[in-house]
C-alpha cells in the first residue's frame, strides 16, 4: 500500500496530459531543458575564465571565526 505500481503513475500521467495538453508540456519541457543548459553552460565557462578545472572548483575554504568582513552598502539612484 506505501509504493505505487506503474499503474498509478500512468493513469497520474493521462490525467496531466489531458489537464495541460500534450503541447504545452512540451513547451514547458523544452524551457526547462534550455534553463538547465544554460546554466551548466554559465558554470563551465565561469571556471574556465577562472582558470579552474571543475574537479578543483569543489574545494572549500574554511573561515575561522576570527576573519571579519567590512561591507559598504550604496543607495540605487532612482532616475
Do not use: C, P, Y
Not at 51 to 77: C, H, I, P, Y
Amino acid at each position: 500500500m506505501g509504493t505505487f505500481s506503474i499503474w498509478h503513475w500512468l493513469i497520474v500521467l493521462l490525467v496531466i496530459i489531458l489537464v495541460f495538453g500534450t503541447k504545452k508540456l512540451k513547451n514547458l519541457g523544452s524551457d526547462l531543458g534550455g534553463a538547465v543548459k544554460g546554466f551548466k553552460d554559465g558554470l563551465k565557462e565561469g571556471n574556465k575564465e577562472e582558470g579552474v578545472s571543475s574537479l578543483e572548483s569543489n574545494e572549500t575554504k574554511d573561515l575561522s571565526e576570527s576573519e571579519t568582513f567590512t561591507v559598504q552598502a550604496r543607495e540605487k539612484n532612482k532616475e
